[in-house]
């Protein structure tokens, strides 16, 4: 039986290659290809990589390939896609990212790949839902980051406020993975407390989900773009894929019935392992949660119409 365990990243941007890097740094896998339309580039990172080998754990072999090399990937990650222009909606960038979408996936499915696309370009639900529709992978099969780096940076927050470790800190970010994400403040416990119970202070818990939910804006505008977040995001989503780690993280997935929703990408608590996402664990609402995650899933359930129609 070979345990090869292979990883594709598609676009070696800085989202793909802090992936890569993460990757490296943490001995995730044993091959590891680069693809992107800049050929040159692909071949560069992965010599630069390769030149790193010597002060690693890894004894990974790395290289620049084509969409031939997919065929026997455990996982692809899509890291590539258009910015979004001055004056352009976000309907029309989302076109323009969908017909990119079209150039990777088919040439993917046509290599005979049969493993697991994990999507991390925004926005990363509608993109997500893309992918399935394009290669018409089984739901468990095309998972996208969703709201796993929301979550982190909610935990890291509520640890330096609590003063307690982020890894103690048991919360999630739901929904989009944008400006309608929401926090179900009555499932989060610090330990086993209760955070409402520790923490009764409404404005400091209003203030620490605005510094989630804008987290992204900030940093952009003081460094042009995020990537280190999503690259070990997406590395820890890899990790338990590839482990079989049956792990609980905010992936975004599809849901079929889950809250109520059908035939649209969500943030939610999944069950991660070695097929993808096993399970969505539901979650125990308030009232005021419930409208709230409704509205974000509303927002989604209008804007993949918009794209598939």
Known sequence: MDDNKKVVVIGTGFVGMSCAYALLNQNVCDELVLI????????????????SLAFSPAEMRIYSGKYADCNDADIIVIAA?????????RIDLLKRNKTVFQSIIQPVIDSGFDGIFLIATNPVDIMTYITKELSGFDKSKVIGT????????????????????????????MGEHGDSEMIPWSQATAGTKPILSICKDENSLKKIADDVKYAAGEIIKAKNATYYGIGMALVRIIKAILNNENSIITVSAYLDGEFGFHDIYAGVPSVINRSGFREIVEVKFTDEERNQFT?????????????RN
């Open 295 to 307: 509205e974000s899933c509303n927002f989604l359930r209008t804007t993949t119409d918009k794209i």
């Open 81 to 89: 896609g258009v910015n979004q222009k001055e004056g352009e909606s």
């Open 146 to 173: 969703g709201t796993s780096l929301d979550t982190a940076r909610l935990r890291y927050l509520l640890g330096h406020f609590l003063d307690i470790s982020p890894k103690n800190i048991h919360a999630y970010v």
């Open 36 to 51: 992107d339309i800049n050929e040159e580039k692909a071949k560069g990172e992965a010599m630069d990589l390769n030149h």
